[in-house]
């Protein structure tokens, strides 16, 4: 299994920043890419941003492109978001999912382990 923790999420205005974090433990060496997800009240989850361990290739939502950067710390197991010019449309809870294999990284279907979700904030 791998298990996942966020963290960085928080109340921000309109224009500002985050930055949050994807800390992966346990059999997290097995896995191939991490991606990052949200859900807004009421809508479904939505693809954000991923990113494999090995080569760091990126892959980003069209609606985040531009604004939002995903990194990764492999010494540390460490996935990482950084999120500028934020919205009010921004607002949802993030959390990340790792995934053992590549390929349609918007599916939420082909993540196999979640972490708990961290509430994003953005006042107008």
């Known amino acids: 299994q791998v298990q996942l923790v966020e963290s960085g999420g928080g109340l921000v205005q309109a224009g500002g920043s985050l930055r949050l974090s994807c800390a992966a433990s346990?059999?997290?060496?097995?896995?191939?890419?991490i991606g990052w997800f949200r859900q807004a009240p009421g809508k479904e989850r939505e693809f954000v941003a991923a990113i494999t361990w090995s080569g760091g290739s990126t892959y980003y939502a069209d609606s985040v492109k531009g604004r939002f950067t995903v990194s990764r710390d492999n010494a540390k197991k460490a996935v990482y978001l950084q999120m500028n010019s934020l919205k009010p449309e921004d607002t949802a809870v993030y959390c990340c999912?790792?995934?053992?294999?590549?390929?349609?990284?918007?599916?939420?279907?082909?993540?196999?382990?979640w972490g708990q979700g961290t509430q994003v904030t953005v006042s107008s």
């Open positions: 346990g059999r997290a060496s097995s896995s191939y890419a």
């Open positions: 999912g790792s995934r053992y294999y590549s390929g349609r990284y918007y599916s939420t279907y082909d993540y196999d382990y």
